[in-house]
Every structure is written in C-alpha cells, then in structure tokens.
C-alpha cells in the first residue's frame, strides 16, 4: 500500500514520494523501479528477439590480397563493451507494427506491399527497400515502444557478432566457417571470383538456413539481404588505398540473395546514400533491410 501511495506521488510529479521509509523488510532498499521497462522484462510480441554478445576484441577486416578489396584492409584489433543485437533481420511482419501505428512513414518500396501491409506471403521475410532513414525511425519507435534503447549496430558490431569466434580466437570468412558452403545461405551456387548460377531470386524466411549461424547464434548474417548500419563509409587506419564517403554514403553489409560470391563476406563493405533502399536512387532497389542492436 505504500509503494502504491508513493508512486501515485511519484506520476504526479510530486516531490514527497522521496520521503524517506524508516522501516522496510527489503535487503535491498530498493521500493520502486521507476523504469518503463527492465532487462527482465518479457520481450513484448512485436519486439525482435536479440542475443548477448560478450564485451572484448575481436579481429576486423580482411587480409590484403590480391581478391580482396582494398576498403577491407587491413586487418585490425577493435575492443568493444558489451551489447546485445538481433538475432534476425527485421522481418516484414515486425515492420508492419511500426507502419500501422505511423501514418507519415512510408511503406517499404517496391517490395510488394499494398495499401501500408506487407505481402502476406513475406511475413516472415527480411524487411527490404527501407531506407538507412526508414531503419533509424524504426529502431526511435521500438526504443519509445519498449523503453529499451534500440539503434542500427555499428559495423563492428556487425561484424564481430557475424563471424568472431571466440573460443578460437579468429574472424571467419563466413559465419559458420572458411569453408564456403551454398548450403548455409540463401545465396550463390558456388565459390567463383568470375561469377556463376544461382540458386534464388528473391529472400527467404529468415532463419531458414539454422547452419549458417555465426558462432554467437545470429542467422542470415549473410545472403539473405543487405544491413544498414549506422557508420558513415570510412576506409580503416592504414588502408592501402584511402577513402571518406563521411557525410554522403553509409555501410551495408551481408551482400544478398543475387551478390557474386565477393559480397556475401562477412568482411565486405558496400556503401550506399541514406536515402536510397538500393540501386543509384531514392527506392529504386528492393534488397536492403537492417536488424537492430541495443
């Protein structure tokens, strides 16, 4: 009955809720938690279900050679703190919460969606032909939704919760390995510089490819559709050939379901204008979505 007392203080903005109690049976003193939401919190039925990755360094970018793309290079230690990021693409279902309840956000473009609802058939597809802007309002609505503070990941982030190994110390070429396997991506038939057949064109349900997780479980990592993340396109300290796109042009990562062997490396960085969904301008392409991380 007083916590009650005191938290109606509390909503009206008064400031005797803090008078002191002078007596309580809890350890730790603790009446209230004034927090919309806790990290105990159930996850709410439209909120991406996300995974813990551990704070330490992880090994970014790829080794110079002479198929690599100099904007990979060189490879370098980053030491992150701790966060947590989707284990999953936002799919169109989830997106589609964000739509109904925001009646000045555009649809995604081009992929199918009709009358501000998504393809029934895609529920469960990846969320494409949104745009880097698109991503940042959704993740401002899930933080103001869920009273936990979600954002696009960096892309080291991305890229440690892709392909870091931790219990061996090393950066995989792809999530589950160096070993390049058509089998664990929704992507190429086969490991070839020079191109080759593919096996789809379009994405698929995410989660469809459980062996093609990265080491900390997150799916669809690569090949299923491109991520925004939240960096402006810079070249790594000591890159044999330089650039800064800072300003201009933010990185995606993952490659998709109709990329050349080259873009569905972990290490692979494609940079493209915020506003646009793919392609040279604004939502004329339909293979970029993003997950979020907290």
Not at 43 to 60: D, K, N, Q, S
Not at 105 to 114: A, H, L, M, V
Request: glycine residues 8%.
């Amino acid at each position: 009955a007083l916590n009650q007392a005191r938290l109606l203080l509390f909503n009206e903005e008064k400031t005797d809720w803090a008078i002191p109690v002078l007596f309580m049976r809890l350890t730790t003193g603790r009446l209230l938690n004034f927090s919309k939401t806790t990290a105990a919190t159930p996850r709410l039925p439209f909120e991406p279900e996300t995974v813990h990755i551990p704070e330490g360094p992880f090994t970014m970018g790829a080794p110079i050679d002479r198929e690599t793309p100099p904007e990979e290079t060189p490879p370098h230690e980053v030491n992150l703190p701790a966060f947590r990021i989707g284990r999953y693409p936002i799919t169109n279902n989830e997106y589609s919460v964000f739509i109904r309840q925001n009646k000045d956000q555009d649809p995604p473009r081009k992929t199918g969606w009709f009358l501000r609802e998504p393809p029934e058939d895609k529920l469960d597809h990846p969320v494409i032909g949104v745009s880097w802007h698109d991503a940042r309002a959704y993740c401002r609505w899930l933080s103001a939704e869920t009273g936990r503070a979600y954002r696009l990941p960096t892309e080291a982030e991305w890229e440690k919760a892709a392909r870091w190994d931790e219990k061996k110390k090393k950066a995989n070429t792809w999530p589950w390995g160096d070993v390049w396997d058509p089998e664990k991506c929704n992507n190429p038939l086969d490991h070839n510089p020079a191109g080759g057949g593919f096996k789809v064109n379009q994405s698929a349900p995410v989660g469809s490819y459980p062996d093609g997780a990265s080491p900390y479980g997150c799916m669809d990592m690569v090949g299923n559709a491109y991520e925004w993340v939240a960096d402006w396109a810079k070249s790594y300290p000591g890159s044999p050939e330089p650039f800064d796109h800072t300003n201009a042009y933010h990185f995606v990562k993952g490659g998709c379901w109709d990329d050349g062997w080259g873009a569905v490396r972990c290490a692979f960085r494609g940079w493209y204008l915020p506003p646009n969904s793919g392609g040279t301008g604004p939502g004329d392409s339909d293979y970029i979505g993003f997950r979020v991380a907290k």
